[in-house]
């Protein structure tokens, strides 16, 4: 078996044992629940076991791929996002070891599951490296980045399980409405998952010739049907799917197209649980954290944000200005990434400032937590699958 075979079956075990530790993580919330301290301790050690288990196989993918690429596996969006949720995962378990709290992990997991779900869904072949990118500076600020993006999502998710447990869901409000928005918004992710795996099995492809942004001729092949086609295109295939609508150059009108589908396909699978289910997702999962210590959630997503926003700051500002100027000669350019990382610190630094200056702890610290990794989220698939930029190959 070769390298790159082998970083593959590596991720595979990492994500099925991610999958198996999360029901073992439900088993320890459920005996906490029940109050049986034993049944309790059992499934929380094995669920911990497991999960670094499936973190070592996942850290063993990050280590292989390497070498068989030759270069740190962070290029494109399939490497970066896995190398994503391997640093959730890596998150969750220093702060489980620090607060020995089953629910974190609960629904921490399930959040790494979706991401390298999603990566997955991307090209996955080993492709060399564009100039721009042949740096170590490169490795440096992708790296401390995707850690301190992932240690912020731990917040996140701390402030999630605290909002769970203290919104009413039996009265309507805009709490209960924005908190199942947040369940909408996870449900699309799958969403994008299961629309490109559905089009992949139809073995749908099409190509069309367009006119990019610096006016020069190129094609581009779409594996979903066009909803939006790119500047002045043309189809090449024959009896190609003719689009709805024709972008600007600025956008990538197939990015957009498959951002569409996952909402098309997101939103199905949404209102088909709701049917399954007859009631809320949320509703659904508020008696997981039925045990779980508010103060304690709190405590997690404010220290997660002490720890999580320097290391982003140093990664996505410092180190990216450092990059940007050794591969194109200038420190900034408000490129959309760029911005975004910007939007991004800026909202972390005004969470900080709330919470040590005007005292927003408790429900107000959980909703701007649950809001930054948004932010985050925002920046990783819609900026990344709609706007082009000097970051586009990412």
Known sequence: MDMASLSSTLLFIAFVAYLVATFLFGGAVKSSNAQTTKSFDRWGKLAIIVTIIGFIANLGYFITRWIAAGHAP???????TTAFGMMVVGAFILIYFIYKTPALGLFALPIALIIIAYASMFPTEITPLIPALKSYWLTIHVITAAMGEAILAISAVAG??????????TKKSKERFWIEAVMYVLVLVIGFVVSTVSFSLADYSAEYSYISKDETEHTIEYTVPALFGMNESVAITEGAFEPL????????????TTVVWSILFGTAIYLLLRLILRKRIATVLQPL?????????????????????????LGALIFAMIWAHEAWSRFWGWDPKEVWALITFLFYAVFLHLRLSKGWEGKKSAWIALIGF?????????????????????
Do not use: C, W
């Not at 699958?385 to 000097?390: D, P």
């Open 74 to 80: 962070v290029s494109n969006l399939f490497e970066f």
């Open 160 to 169: 999630f399980i605290y909002l769970l447990k203290n919104i009413d869901l």
């Open 245 to 256: 609508v024709e972008m600007p150059p600025l956008v990538n009108a197939k990015k957009l």
């Open 289 to 313: 954290t039925k045990k779980s210590n508010s103060q304690l959630m709190d405590e997690i997503g404010y220290r997660s944000v002490l720890i999580g926003f320097p290391v982003f700051t």
């Open 374 to 394: 948004i932010i985050i989220m925002f920046n990783l698939i819609a900026v990344n699958l709609i706007l082009a930029g000097l970051h586009s190959y990412a």
